[in-house]
């Protein structure tokens, strides 16, 4: 499948994947029509459908209202369905293919349709009325249970049985490109009698994978686990930042807080199920508990999305890859997330945003997050430094407890960038599909 | 203060409270414009300022947009400060006192400003971006803490130093006057060794105030403690329905979930600060600990607001009060609960809703929640009953281990109505300010 646009080798956007983004001109207006467009990744370019719409392409899609791109964000698309993502789907492919001259051939209309991804500013992509985080990866729960109880009461009770969550703070959710503060907070300090008011001094990252709701359900009318992956419109990489000391404080017995609803960062193009399809894969078996019949499918699935998180230390310009995981490790899938979400009736809408938790492996070097990584700041991650105040690098080599000369870590310093990235495929001749990137740097509290 | 539209007495909505609301015709439409309307309540009257604002009154509101009444919610009133809401109560008071004739001289106009509450239906106020619920009430954390864990260890170490509080669920919030289905959800049954997924047996109500967020603020720039109230639009009464069994499956580590997003139900009239204002007075002293400078304000102050929850036991036409408490029973404030919230940087916007958690004083019969008024299902309340079958009733008499024949109650039984009532003075010459009804009816599980 060729394009007539350009698509370079191992570009996370190929004909194949055309993922949704919401954006806008970085200076001026992307042509004639509204501030706010809707449109797919292609190579290095971005395709305005809503320009697309204008021009009295996309008009006719199944259950969709005729103005799904008029609106400046992916809701209303979100609401109609997956018959109406694959007919989008299916014109874009055609109009953009390199064997159809319809849009290759009015110059006019395609330089008002086609932009550089660099001449545009992404959004997030569709308004957020509820966001959700689950702790749904095995490793992670165990890793984590075990520094706090043991590894023989690492797992609670109830984590085999239900796939956790919690309801995030939806206001702070933020695109990714943009700068993070650390966070004041209260803290407890180690042998004080009484908490104290500082800047967050265990500022993490956590790399996790969340799904873009699609139809949802009305209150009191469950979804079941059989149809629930036709809830999800598509995936997009996700940086919950955590300060971990302030989440420690805070968490008993309600949850997390103020630790983490100060910025949770995703990856403004979402991957839709239409392009990750042929990378379908088993998740692990769920047979020591079997689930109960709400939580079961006959044939469960989830997708072979590799995922890495890349660290550049401040002043310095070369990025250390300190996490190599996948969605497949998680135990509880999306559709079982969506299933027990609205078991009781709880009503998701379109435009929510379900995030997965840490995505941690078996590995040591698979583990999401740098309380895991260090083991809660007892050890050190060590980054490569390259050449300090130079601009560029990317990314390589590296990794924890690695004899290289550099920096050491065990969380995050002012100054620091974090770098998701997750694709499918790219070698055997499997076209790569790819989610882009999801970066955000640390800046210094307020002051 | 007098009105030329008649004001019962005791009713809970004297010209000099004029609370905030959204509304639409039960049958057709609201004179000419649009369907939904923004307006008061005057009265057993709602007052339309969408109708005013067309006819050319309400037009000038400092730092509002001119079309802050057209958009058939109140989050940009909300949006647009104190100066404004005040601004716009003193046209409202002045156009509905009897000294004016410049709206009752129009009877035209008149006839499409004024409506009864009979014929309206009430939505929620505002679009509600997030939703965060508070745990505020002393006496109800150390009641629920107490069965927990025993009373040496009731509260939580970190309790007297930060308002503990979680995100809870936007989308399941419903006005007053809706009913709420049973959830079915996963619970672990007394000595059982695996969970079942059953309709919850532990169906409770929680009586708490919600306050709307106002102005709010960027992220990454908090609110200080000082300029907290200023945030608040207003407040409603809020009944958290829970589900107690699922909740306690649930909720380790991650705090609550399918136990609390089923359902949260508040009542549709926004009382505004303003309208409160002579009722200021002292919450609890904060002196064991003092709390971090941070969260301590020079003249700490809360409302004087009294509320009661009724239960009108299926089948019967009598409510009984199971509860009377108070807002200023409160240990934290809304302002401090704003300015910890914003504290590492959290966003709060227009429309935001934050709720004070379970207010339970110091009298066995000022709990409230039935977890805390029968000590965990252990102790029953006692219902009056009235007569079987015949509707109306209005509360009065009974409450907790009386003597009366009536049904009993651990926990809500299908058919149960819950109100919960809120107002401020109604003697000492006082004019009573009231909430209005939040209530809601209990139906049997879905099949
Ligand atoms: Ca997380
Ligand atoms: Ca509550
Ligand atoms: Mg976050
Ligand atoms: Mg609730
Ligand atoms: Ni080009």
């Excluded at 992916?74 to 055609?94: I, K, S, V, Y």
């Excluded at 990866?137 to 109880?149: E, I, P």
């Excluded at 500082?198 to 149809?227: H, R, Y």
């Excluded at 590995?363 to 700041?377: D, I, M, Q, V, Y």
Aim: aromatic share 8%; net charge negative; charged share 20%.
């Amino acid at each position: 499948m060729e394009s007539f646009i350009e698509v370079p080798p191992d570009c996370d956007f190929p004909l194949e994947n055309l993922p949704w983004g919401v954006f806008k001109a970085r200076t001026g207006a992307i042509g004639d029509s509204p501030e706010v467009h809707v449109g797919v990744a292609l190579g290095q370019h971005v395709i305005s459908a809503t320009t697309l719409h204008v021009a009295g392409y996309l008009r006719d899609l199944p259950e969709a209202d005729t103005r799904v791109f008029a609106k400046g964000r992916l809701n209303e698309l979100m609401a109609a369905g997956r018959p109406a993502w694959r007919a989008a789907r299916a014109t874009l492919q055609r109009l953009l293919s390199s064997s159809e001259g319809e849009l290759r051939d009015q110059p006019e209309l395609l330089a008002r349709v086609v932009h550089k991804q660099e001449d545009v500013e992404m959004l997030l992509p569709a308004r957020i009325g509820d966001y959700t985080d689950f702790y749904a990866s095995r490793q992670h729960a165990t890793n984590v249970g075990a520094m706090f109880r043991g590894l023989a009461n690492a797992l609670n009770p109830n984590w085999l049985h239900l796939p956790v969550g919690y309801h995030g703070r939806a206001s702070s959710i933020i695109p990714a490109g943009a700068s993070v503060r650390r966070p004041w907070g209260q803290v407890m300090p180690a042998n004080a009698s009484a908490p104290v008011f500082s800047p967050s001094s265990q500022v993490d990252f956590e790399l996790e994978v969340a799904a873009f709701v699609g139809p949802g359900n009305a209150l009191g009318e469950p979804i079941t686990v059989a149809g629930a992956w036709d809830h999800v419109f598509g995936l997009v990489l996700m940086n919950d930042w955590s300060a971990r000391d302030i989440q420690k404080w805070e968490y008993v017995p309600l949850g997390p807080f103020n630790g983490k609803n100060w910025a949770t960062q995703i990856s403004p193009w979402v991957v839709t199920l239409e392009a990750l399809e042929p990378f379908r894969c088993s998740p692990p078996p769920q047979i020591d508990p079997e689930v109960l019949p709400y939580l079961r499918e006959a044939l469960p699935y989830t997708y072979d999305v590799e995922l890495t998180v890349d660290i550049t230390p401040a002043g310095y310009d070369r990025a250390t890859t300190v996490t190599r995981s996948n969605l497949k490790h998680l135990y509880w899938t999306f559709s079982q997330m969506i299933a027990h979400h609205t078991a009781g009736g709880c009503n998701l809408r379109p435009g929510d945003l379900l995030g997965s938790g840490t995505i941690s492996g078996e590995e040591p070097g698979s583990r999401g997050c740098l309380l895991e990584l260090t083991h809660a700041g007892r050890d050190e991650v060590v980054l490569e430094s390259g050449t300090a105040g130079v601009a560029g690098g990317d990314g390589g080599g590296g990794g924890v407890a690695s004899e290289t000369p550099g920096v050491r870590r065990r969380y995050l310093e002012d100054g620091d960038e974090v770098a998701l990235r997750g694709w499918c495929g790219g070698e055997d001749q499997r076209r790569r599909i790819g989610f882009g990137l999801c970066n955000g740097k640390l800046l210094k509290c307020r002051t």
